[in-house]
C-alpha cells in the first residue's frame, strides 16, 4: 500500500514543492512517480527513486529508498498544475498512491 | 517512440463482458523486456494495476487479487496487440482503462494509451 502525502497542495510559482511517499513495507528503490493532467494518461516523469524520465525538466528531482519517498519541483511553474501519484514497481500487485493535486496560489 | 491505440466499446451492460484492445507501433508485443499492462482510473479509487502480459520464452499473465478469475489479458502476435477481458462486470468497473507498456529494465510506465471511458450501465 501507498501512502501519499498532502492530498492537495497550493504553492506560488517559483516556490520549492514537495511531495511524499510511504510504502507499507520496503520496496527498496522501485518507486516510480507520474505527471497526468486533466483530460490525459499519466506520464512518467521518475522511475527507479531518482531518475529523470527523457525529456523531463530538471526542476523535478525523487529521492528517498526503503519506505519513504520524496518528489520534489525545486521551482514550480504554471505548467506543472497537475496531479502526482507515486506507483511501487517492487512486486505485484503493481499499487498507486492517491494522488497530489497540485496548483498555483 | 512507442504508441498505444486503445479500441472498444464504451457503454456495457452488467454481466456483460468488457473487451478491449491495445495495438502497439514501435515495439513488439513479444518483446522480452516489456511487460504490457492494463490500468484503471476511478475517482473513488484511483489509479488501480488490473494484470499485466509478458514473454519469456511462453506468455505469463498476472492479475490484480480484485479482477482475478474475471479477467484475462491475451497477447496476439500477429497483429502485435494485446487485449483485455472483463466478464461478470457490475457498475463498480466504470472506469476510465488505460493500457500501457512497462519497461522491465525501470520498472516504469512510460507508455500509455489515449485512455477509454467504459461505463457499465442497462
Known amino acids: 500500500q501507498m501512502t501519499q502525502s498532502p492530498f492537495s497542495l497550493s504553492a506560488s510559482v517559483g516556490d520549492r514543492v514537495t511531495i511524499t511517499c510511504r510504502a507499507s513495507?520496503?520496496?527498496?528503490?522501485?518507486l516510480n512517480w507520474y505527471q497526468q493532467k486533466p483530460g490525459e494518461a499519466p506520464k512518467l516523469l521518475i522511475y527507479a527513486a531518482s531518475t529523470l524520465q527523457s525529456g523531463v525538466p530538471s526542476r523535478f528531482s525523487g529521492g528517498g529508498s526503503g519506505t519513504d519517498f520524496t518528489l520534489t519541483i525545486s521551482s514550480l511553474q504554471p505548467e506543472d498544475v497537475a496531479t502526482y501519484s507515486c506507483?511501487?514497481?517492487?512486486?505485484?500487485?503493481?499499487?498507486f498512491g492517491r494522488g497530489t493535486k497540485v496548483e498555483i496560489k | 517512440q512507442v504508441q498505444l491505440q486503445q479500441s472498444g466499446p464504451r457503454l456495457v451492460k452488467p454481466s456483460q463482458t468488457l473487451s478491449l484492445t491495445c495495438a502497439i507501433s514501435g515495439d513488439s508485443v513479444s518483446s522480452n523486456s516489456v511487460a504490457w499492462n492494463w490500468v484503471r482510473q476511478t475517482p473513488s479509487r484511483g489509479l488501480e494495476w488490473l494484470g499485466r502480459?509478458?514473454?519469456?520464452?511462453?506468455?505469463?499473465?498476472e492479475y490484480a487479487f480484485s479482477v482475478e478469475g474475471r479477467m484475462t489479458i491475451n497477447a496476439d502476435t500477429s497483429k502485435n496487440q494485446f487485449s483485455l477481458q472483463l466478464r461478470s462486470v457490475t457498475p463498480e468497473d466504470t472506469a476510465i482503462y488505460y493500457c500501457?507498456?512497462?519497461?522491465?529494465?525501470?520498472?516504469?510506465?512510460?507508455?500509455w494509451g489515449q485512455g477509454t471511458l467504459v461505463t457499465v450501465s442497462s
Open positions: 513495507q520496503s520496496i527498496s528503490k522501485s
Open positions: 502480459t509478458v514473454y519469456r520464452s511462453s506468455w505469463i499473465q
Open positions: 500501457t507498456k512497462m519497461s522491465t529494465t525501470t520498472g516504469g510506465h512510460d507508455s
Open positions: 506507483q511501487q514497481s517492487y512486486g505485484t500487485p503493481l499499487t
